[in-house]
C-alpha cells in the first residue's frame, strides 16, 4: 500500500536488515497476501472488520505473542494496537517496546470516530506509554499538541526522513510565495488551513 506511514516503515527495516538484524514485518491482509517484500519476511493477519482505515485483525495477539523478538516497534494511534502491544509486554518482560506515534485520531469527526479517538487517547494508549522503553515523534510541537502526555525521559525526537536518491531540490525552479504541499487530500492532513492561511496572506 502506497502511504506515508507504510513505505515508512518499509525502509525503516530495509535499513535495519541490512545492518544484520532479523527483521519480521506483522501487518494485516488488507492489501494481499504477499509472504516477503525487499527480501523481508511478511507475517499477514486476517481482518475481521476495518474502521477508519484501520482493521481489527483478532490473530494479532497470538502472533504477538508468538514472535520471539528482542525489540517490537509499534505505529500508533490504534487502541488495538495499544492493548496487543502492552500485553506483549506483560507476557513477555524481556522484549522491548518502542512506541512511534505518528499522527492522531481526529476528535471533530462524526461520533463513531470521537468514541475511537477517545478511547485510545484517555484509555488505551496510557498502559502503552507506561510499558514502552521508547516513544519516537517526528517533532517537539506535534508532542505538544497531544491530548496526552508522552514522558519526556522516554521521549525521542526523529523526524521523518526524505530518500535524497529519489527526491531531489528542484533548484532550476525559483517563484515567490511557492508552498509545496505533499499529502493526500484528507481533511486531517490540514490542506485546507494551509489554503486558508494563503489566503490571508493576500488580503
Excluded at 18 to 47: C, F, L, R, W
Excluded at 83 to 112: G, M, P, Q, W
Excluded at 174 to 200: C, D, N, S, T, W
Aim: glycine share 4%; proline share 5%; net charge positive.
Amino acid at each position: 500500500y502506497l502511504g506515508g506511514i507504510q513505505i515508512f516503515v518499509k525502509e525503516i527495516a530495509k535499513r535495519q536488515k541490512a545492518e544484520g538484524h532479523q527483521v519480521v514485518i506483522i501487518t494485516s491482509t488488507a492489501y494481499g497476501n504477499e509472504k516477503e517484500v525487499d527480501g523481508i519476511q511478511v507475517i499477514k493477519s486476517p481482518i475481521l472488520f476495518s474502521a477508519f482505515r484501520v482493521p481489527f485483525t483478532p490473530l494479532l495477539p497470538f502472533q504477538l505473542v508468538r514472535e520471539d523478538c528482542d525489540v517490537l516497534h509499534v505505529y500508533v494511534p490504534s487502541p488495538w494496537i495499544d492493548l496487543n502491544a502492552s500485553l506483549k509486554k506483560i507476557i513477555s518482560r524481556k522484549t522491548k517496546i518502542i512506541t512511534h506515534i505518528c499522527n492522531y485520531l481526529i476528535l471533530e469527526k462524526d461520533f463513531v470516530t470521537k468514541i475511537f479517538a477517545w478511547i485510545h487517547n484517555t484509555l488505551t494508549i496510557k498502559p502503552l506509554l507506561v510499558f514502552s522503553d521508547k516513544i519516537i515523534l517526528p517533532s517537539l510541537d506535534f508532542k505538544n499538541s497531544l491530548s496526552y502526555t508522552v514522558p519526556s525521559k522516554k521521549t525521542l525526537i526523529v523526524p521523518f526522513g526524505v530518500d535524497t536518491k529519489v527526491f531531489k531540490q528542484n533548484t532550476a525552479v525559483k517563484k515567490k510565495e511557492q508552498i509545496l504541499f505533499v499529502g493526500r487530500l484528507i481533511p486531517e492532513k490540514g490542506f485546507l488551513h494551509l489554503m486558508k492561511a494563503m489566503q490571508r496572506l493576500h488580503t
